[in-house]
Structure formats: C-alpha cells, structure tokens
C-alpha cells in the first residue's frame, strides 16, 4: 500500500552555516563597529546579543537572508520579543522541528474533509499518510501544499 510521511524538519547543519555567515557579516559590517553582536547558538534556539533592540532588529534581518539563501524556510523560526536591559539587549528564537498533537489534528481533519481515500496515522511528531492509488496521495501532498500553515512541511519516503 502506497504511503507517505509529513515531518516539519530543519537542517541544522545549514542553520549553523548560515549563522556562521551572519555572524562573519555582523563582525565586517561598519553600524556594528565596536560593539558586541554577535549569534548564539544553542540546541533548537538561536539567540542573538547586541546593544540596542535597533541592532536587534537588523541583526534579524541578516538572519533571515542568510537562512533564506540556505534553502531553511522562514516559518520555522518562532521569534520571540526584543528583552533590553542597560547596555544589552537580547533576542530568543526558536526552531519549530516535529509536528505536535494540535497541528497533527488539524492536518489529519482536513485530509478527511477532503473525501480522498486516503488514511492519516499520528505517528508521534510525524504524520503518515496512506492510500491504495498514488494518485490520491499525490492530491493529499498538492492539498496540504495549498493548506495555510504556520509551520513548513516536507514529504518523505513517498513508497509505492
């Protein structure tokens, strides 16, 4: 029987590129001169440390370009607000990775509103997805592709 898994995965390795990129521009850029910005990385967040919520901001951008050039879509990126005190000002961000229970409902409704004759399984934080035609799993990837998510998908080991 034909089947398909949806994760929400993100590379780290090309975030840590992409952090290694930010953090070399942040360094080389003149509006940063002499202060201590830079970016941290820790297991699923990034923080980013500067002296004012301004550089904070900018510092996002550069980010969000980086990750953008290295194929990691921006919606995984949970940005939380600017926290400033005296000199420093910092910045949590955190990495959406797997698809909790809620989300994992709601994609599992929406494919049986759709009256395709496929099945959808919760495995954990993945979903699986199943079907007798590769047809009909095929409409449920360009379905969930159409669907408004706050977080990005992909499909992986699609079998015949």
């Given at each position: 029987m034909p089947s398909f898994d949806v994760v929400s995965e993100v590379n780290m390795h090309e975030v840590s590129n992409a952090l290694d990129q930010a953090n070399r521009e942040v360094t080389t850029r003149?509006?940063?001169?002499?202060?201590?910005?830079?970016?941290?990385?820790?297991?699923?967040?990034?923080?980013?440390?500067?002296?004012?919520?301004?550089?904070?901001?900018?510092?996002?951008?550069?980010?969000?370009?980086?990750?953008?050039?290295?194929?990691v879509d921006?919606?995984?990126?949970?940005?939380?607000?600017?926290?400033?005190?005296?000199?420093?000002?910092?910045?949590?961000?955190?990495?959406?990775?797997?698809?909790d229970s809620a989300l994992a409902k709601t994609l599992v409704k929406m494919i049986k509103d759709s009256k395709l004759k496929v099945q959808a399984a919760i495995q954990g934080d993945k979903l699986r997805v199943s079907g007798a035609k590769k047809d009909d799993l095929q409409a449920t990837i360009a379905l969930l592709r159409k669907a408004d998510i706050s977080q990005p998908l992909q499909y992986e080991n699609f079998r015949d």
């Open positions: 003149f509006d940063f001169k002499g202060s201590d910005a830079k970016f941290e990385v820790e297991e699923n967040a990034i923080r980013l440390l500067a002296q004012s919520e301004f550089q904070l901001q900018q510092m996002l951008d550069i980010l969000q370009t980086k990750l953008a050039k290295r194929g921006i919606l995984s990126l949970d940005v939380q607000p600017p926290e400033s005190s005296g000199k420093h000002a910092r910045q949590a961000i955190t990495l959406k990775q797997g698809i």
